[in-house]
C-alpha cells in the first residue's frame, strides 16, 4: 500500500467513524468532548498504521472500530460494511420467504439465540433458547450483526444453513443443519384445567402465547371471551419463548386485560416521547391473571408482562426477561455502509429501561434440577405437570393475582380448547 493510498483510506475511515461517533457524542456532552474523542481515535490509527507489527488493512481496523462502537451501546445496534449491506437489500429485495423462526441477539461478541418458534426449522433442527451461533454459513458470528445474520438464515424455502453452536452442555461446538421454510402462522394453545381444590370452585384457563403478531392478538381477544362466557375465571399467560412480533401488537394486547392505567412509554434522545394508556373500552378479561415469564422472554412480550405487573393487575412468576423492547432504525451510510441504531426504549409503568434491566418477576421462581428437563410437547399431556404452572396455580388460588372485578361463578368440564402445537418446551431460563 503506498502512502498515497494509505492516506485515502485513514481519511475515509476517519469521516466513517466520525459519522457515527460526532451523531452519538454530541448528544451526550459538548462540541469539545465529540472533538476529543475523535482526536484520540485519530491518534489511535496512527500509531496502528506505524508501529503495528506488520502493514495493517485499515479498512479492516476501522470496520472493527465500528462494529466494537455500535455492540457497546446495546445488543441491537450495529454496523454493516459496503458489502455486507449490498447483500443485506439484495435478500430483502429478492422477495425470499424462508425463514428459520429463530429470535436472535447478541451475547459475548457472538450471535445468541434468545427463543425459538414452535414447528419452525430451527426447533426441527435442534436449536434451543440459549445457544450461541458461533458460525452461520461458514461466517464467524463475531463482529456480525443481527440484521447480518438473520440475512444469512433467510433464502428460499428448501435451502439449507449450516450453523456451529455453541452450548452450555456441550463440550465441542454441534454443527447443525436448517432447512427454511415458510413459516406457518404460530397459533396459540389454550388448556383448561379442572376445578380448582379450594372453596371458590373456580376453573383456571392455560393460554401459551407463541409470539405477538395482529392475528395472534386477535385470537388472543376471541379466546378470552370465550372463556369468560364459559365461567372460567381465572387465567395463566405464558409469555416463556415468546420474543417475536410487534411492539404495537404488544399494546393493544395489554389493553385486553387493564381498564385503566399506564401500559408503557417509549423515549429516545431525538425520539418524541410517547405514552401508551390503558383502555377500559377494549378490556375482555376482569378476572386474576398471572404471567409466566422468563430469559426466552423478549420485546413485545416484555412490553405486555411489565404492563400487567406495573400496574397491579397480576403477579408475573418465573425469572428475569431478556431485555429487548426497544426501536431500532436502519440508517444508509454514503459509502455504502449502514447502521442499525436504538433510537428509542420503552418503559415499565414504573419508568424502568426494558432494554437495559428486562422486566424482573414479582414472585421468582426457578425449576429444581430435577425439572429442568420437562417431556417435549409431543409426549406432554397437559401443561398442568410444567412446574412453573403448578406455581402460577398456587398464587391464582391463594389470591395473589389482582383482579379488577368480581366475576360470576360458573363451572365447565375441563377440555383442551385447541391442540397442542408441536414444538420442544424449555424451562424458564436463568
Same mark, same amino acid.
Given at each position: ?5 494509505r492516506m485515502v483510506v485513514l481519511a475515509a475511515s476517519l469521516f466513517v467513524f466520525g459519522y457515527v461517533a460526532f451523531g452519538y457524542v454530541l ?34 481496523? @476501522? ?91 433467510? *433464502?428460499?424455502?428448501?435451502? @439449507? ?99 385503566? *392505567? ?36 423478549? *420485546? ?26 426497544s426501536e431500532q432504525r436502519l440508517i444508509p451510510l454514503e459509502d455504502g455502509a449502514a447502521l442499525i441504531l436504538t433510537v428509542a426504549k420503552y ?10 434491566? *428486562? ?54 368440564q375441563p377440555q383442551t380448547q385447541s391442540p397442542e402445537p408441536e414444538h420442544r418446551e424449555q424451562p424458564p431460563a436463568a
Amino acid at each position: 500500500m503506498n502512502r498515497q493510498t494509505r492516506m485515502v483510506v485513514l481519511a475515509a475511515s476517519l469521516f466513517v467513524f466520525g459519522y457515527v461517533a460526532f451523531g452519538y457524542v454530541l448528544g451526550q456532552a459538548a462540541n469539545e468532548r465529540a472533538y476529543r474523542s475523535l482526536t484520540v481515535f485519530s491518534e489511535v490509527l496512527q500509531h496502528i498504521q506505524q508501529d503495528y507489527v506488520e502493514e495493517p488493512d485499515l479498512r479492516s481496523v @476501522t470496520a472493527g472500530a465500528l462494529h466494537g462502537l455500535l455492540e457497546a451501546l446495546d445488543p441491537y445496534s450495529s454496523y454493516m460494511s459496503p458489502a455486507e449491506f449490498a447483500e443485506y437489500k439484495t435478500k430483502k429485495n429478492s422477495g425470499a420467504v424462508g425463514e428459520s423462526g429463530l429470535a436472535l441477539s447478541k451475547r459475548f461478541g457472538y450471535i445468541a439465540v434468545v427463543a425459538v418458534l414452535p414447528g419452525s426449522p430451527a426447533e426441527k433442527a435442534g436449536l434451543q433458547h440459549g445457544d450461541v451461533l458461533e458460525s452461520i454459513a461458514g461466517f464467524t458470528t463475531r463482529e456480525m450483526s443481527v440484521g447480518q445474520a438473520e440475512n444469512l438464515l433467510s *433464502g428460499e424455502p428448501g435451502s @439449507t444453513v449450516r450453523v456451529s453452536v455453541v452450548r452450555r452442555a456441550a463440550t465441542e461446538p454441534l454443527e447443525l443443519t436448517l432447512t427454511l421454510a415458510r413459516l406457518a402462522p404460530p397459533k396459540l394453545y389454550v388448556e383448561r384445567f379442572p376445578t380448582a381444590p379450594d372453596s371458590s370452585g373456580a376453573t383456571t384457563a392455560f393460554i401459551r402465547v407463541p409470539t405477538l403478531t395482529e392475528a395472534i392478538v386477535a385470537e388472543l381477544r376471541e379466546q378470552l371471551l370465550q372463556l369468560d362466557r364459559q365461567g372460567v375465571q381465572r387465567l395463566i399467560l405464558d409469555l416463556r419463548d415468546c420474543a417475536l412480533g410487534e411492539n404495537e401488537e404488544a399494546i393493544s394486547a395489554a389493553r385486553l386485560f387493564l381498564p385503566s *392505567g399506564t401500559i408503557a412509554r417509549l423515549r429516545g434522545q431525538k425520539y418524541d416521547t410517547r405514552e401508551f394508556a390503558a383502555d377500559p373500552v377494549r378490556v375482555v378479561w376482569r378476572h386474576p391473571v398471572a404471567v409466566l415469564i422468563s430469559n426466552s422472554t423478549s *420485546g413485545p412480550a416484555e412490553i405486555l408482562a411489565a404492563a400487567i405487573a406495573g400496574n397491579q393487575r397480576g403477579k408475573t412468576l418465573g425469572t428475569r426477561s431478556f431485555g429487548s423492547a426497544s426501536e431500532q432504525r436502519l440508517i444508509p451510510l454514503e459509502d455504502g455502509a449502514a447502521l442499525i441504531l436504538t433510537v428509542a426504549k420503552y418503559y415499565t409503568p414504573d419508568g424502568k429501561p426494558i432494554l437495559d434491566e *428486562g422486566v424482573a418477576p414479582t414472585v421468582e421462581f426457578e425449576p429444581s434440577t430435577e425439572e429442568t428437563a420437562p417431556p417435549t410437547a409431543r409426549e406432554r399431556q397437559s401443561y398442568r405437570d410444567d412446574p412453573l404452572v403448578r406455581r402460577a396455580l398456587e398464587v391464582l388460588q391463594g389470591g395473589a393475582a389482582a383482579s379488577t372485578s368480581t366475576a360470576p361463578a360458573g363451572l365447565a368440564q375441563p377440555q383442551t380448547q385447541s391442540p397442542e402445537p408441536e414444538h420442544r418446551e424449555q424451562p424458564p431460563a436463568a
